[in-house]
């Protein structure tokens, strides 16, 4: 449409004429600048793959550790393709969160993750 056109380019002389600083997308997805400002860059790509869905770690260790006083452990036997490494670390983080860093130990042996807290 013509007058949208007209109307467009007059806001944008309008806000040059203030000297004004903008950017602005139109609906064609033109870009049209004026000053120094520059768009932000888009977020980058996660760097680390999610493997499993969220939540699946947690819904296997947190049964078993949630009660756990001190001097307490739990042996966990991970199922076949689950990787122990990544299961150890969410679990670590959510100890380290609700015990406290230093408060429990982990051990991986094959499939069987351990963890046992100490404070």
């Known amino acids: 449409m013509l007058i949208k056109n007209m109307t ?36 980058s790509e996660r760097k680390r793959k999610q493997i499993v869905p969220m939540g699946t770690y947690h819904s296997i260790y947190h049964p078993l550790v949630k009660d756990i006083k001190a001097g307490e452990g739990v042996s966990i036997t991970l199922p076949e393709g689950m990787d122990p ?19 429990y130990l982990t051990q991986i042996e094959g499939r069987i993750v351990e963890v046992l807290r100490v404070e």
């Open 8 to 43: 467009f380019d007059k806001a944008l002389n309008l806000l040059r004429v203030l000297n004004a600083k903008f950017i602005v997308v139109d609906a064609d997805g033109k870009t049209h600048t004026h000053g120094d400002l520059r768009l932000a860059e888009p977020p």
């Open 85 to 103: 490494e990544g299961f150890r670390s969410s679990m670590g983080a959510w100890c380290s969160k609700n015990w406290g860093p230093g408060s």
